[in-house]
T-cell receptor, first 115, second 114 residues
Framework: QQQVKQSPQSLIVQKGGIPIINCAYE??????FPWYQQFPGKGPALLIA?????SEKKEGRFTISFNKSAKQFSLHIMDSQPGDSATYFC??????????????FGQGTILTVHP | KAGVTQTPRYLIKTRGQQVTLSCSPI?????VSWYQQTPGQGLQFLFE???????NKGNFPGRFSGRQFSNSRSEMNVSTLELGDSALYLC?????????????FGPGTRLTVT
């Protein structure tokens, strides 16, 4: 059972464009929704995360939009740069309770930003 | 603060052998989670330790085990290695307290089984 569906698998944009990556989840018990960025040969780096009590969160050029009723959330990268070219993963988890410490990841999106 | 460190960074083992990987979390963090990353299966949760106790476990066979020490450092062990165990093994550090949830990953250990 795929608990987190991420799309698209790959994405190509021009510098300055706004790539959008989407994730859908099934279990309404999740209450923690992070996005990670991974460069080749490196571990995933936490970019931004949101809790279900807000619909949007912005940190620098990265914005998460959250739709609780649709069980979907998305990552927007404003003014994208070639240095943003990486693989992006969404994840779901719990900020407390018995499932704390376990993240379930989407399959990843390979983003390429052309100069 | 120093980040999460993992040793060794690269390992080559033969099928049937066993391997031990090490993870040192961020200072003050009490939770360590382990993940396996492969091109086919993506990032999959192995287990999580908090205060020397396994608190959560993923769907991996018993050949995969771990432990955590009193200083929060953690090790994972894979016995009777199979070719399919070739992967990047990542550990993630977290404060471990309710209300948080953020996990910070190390660079990983690349395991190749031949």
């Amino acid at each position: 059972q795929q608990q987190v569906k991420q799309s698209p698998q790959s994405l190509i944009v021009q510098k300055g464009g706004i790539p959008i990556i989407n994730c859908a989840y099934e279990n309404t018990a999740f209450d923690y929704f992070p996005w990670y960025q991974q460069f080749p040969g490196k571990g995933p780096a936490l970019l931004i995360a949101i809790r279900p009590d807000v619909s949007e969160k912005k940190e620098g050029r990265f914005t998460i939009s959250f739709n609780k009723s649709a069980k979907q959330f998305s990552l927007h990268i404003m003014d994208s740069q070639p240095g943003d070219s990486a693989t992006y993963f969404c994840a779901v988890g719990n900020a407390g309770g018995t499932s704390y410490g376990k993240l379930t990841f989407g399959q990843g999106t390979i983003l390429t930003v052309h100069p | 603060k120093a980040g999460v460190t993992q040793t060794p960074r690269y390992l080559i083992k033969t099928r049937g052998q066993q391997v031990t990987l090490s993870c040192s979390p961020i200072s003050g963090h009490r939770s360590v989670s382990w993940y396996q990353q492969t091109p086919g299966q993506g990032l999959q949760f192995l287990f999580e330790y908090f205060s020397e106790t396994q608190r959560n476990k993923g769907n991996f066979p018993g050949r995969f085990s771990g432990r955590q020490f009193s200083n929060s450092r953690s090790e994972m062990n894979v016995s009777t290695l199979e070719l399919g165990d070739s992967a990047l093994y990542l550990c993630a550090s977290s404060p471990g307290l309710a209300g948080g949830g953020e996990q910070y990953f190390g660079p990983g250990t690349r395991l190749t089984v031949t």
